[in-house]
């Protein structure tokens, strides 16, 4: 077999190798960009459930008994449903719901501690093969109201 023989039978394996590298580069793209997006809108909602907790603190403190009764903890108890009512409205004032389509939330309420937890789903740039087609993102924001008496 002489060399012209040879270099006729390898012609076109770069070729090969040039196409699978730049699919693989291509898909680790994709990738990078999906976990860049999914990433964004976590901290988005890392925002959201933060600001949902505060105000669900604040709005579900029952400011009659502190009028009525005074200061008698350093801590406040929550009203649950005023704090669920409050986290609502100001998903609402901010409108949370246009900007995370789909966005679910939960408050819990224990005794002077409001915990809200957000998901939504994810709208990914890219379909990556083997992914969930519609992944979700959650976030949690706790707060806590405390009084400064001035002592």
């Known amino acids: 077999m002489t060399t012209r023989d040879r270099r006729r039978d390898e012609s076109g394996q770069v070729t090969i190798l040039v196409v699978g590298f730049a699919i693989a580069l291509l898909m680790g793209m994709a990738v990078v960009v ?17 600001g949902a907790a505060i105000a669900g603190a604040d709005g579900g403190t029952d400011t009659a008994e502190v009028y009525d009764e005074g200061l008698g903890e350093v801590r406040l108890d929550q009203a649950a449903a005023r704090a669920q009512a409050a986290v609502a409205a100001y998903l609402q004032q901010t409108g949370a719901r246009q900007r995370f389509p789909g966005l679910v939330h939960t408050v819990r309420v224990s005794g002077d501690t409001v915990e809200v937890d957000v998901r939504a789903p994810v709208d990914l740039p890219f379909e990556v093969p083997g992914a969930p087609y519609r992944p979700t993102v959650a976030a949690t924001g706790s707060a806590v109201i405390t009084v400064d008496r001035g002592d």
């Open 34 to 50: 999906d976990a860049s997006a999914a990433y964004l809108q976590r901290q988005g909602l890392d925002t959201v459930a933060d």
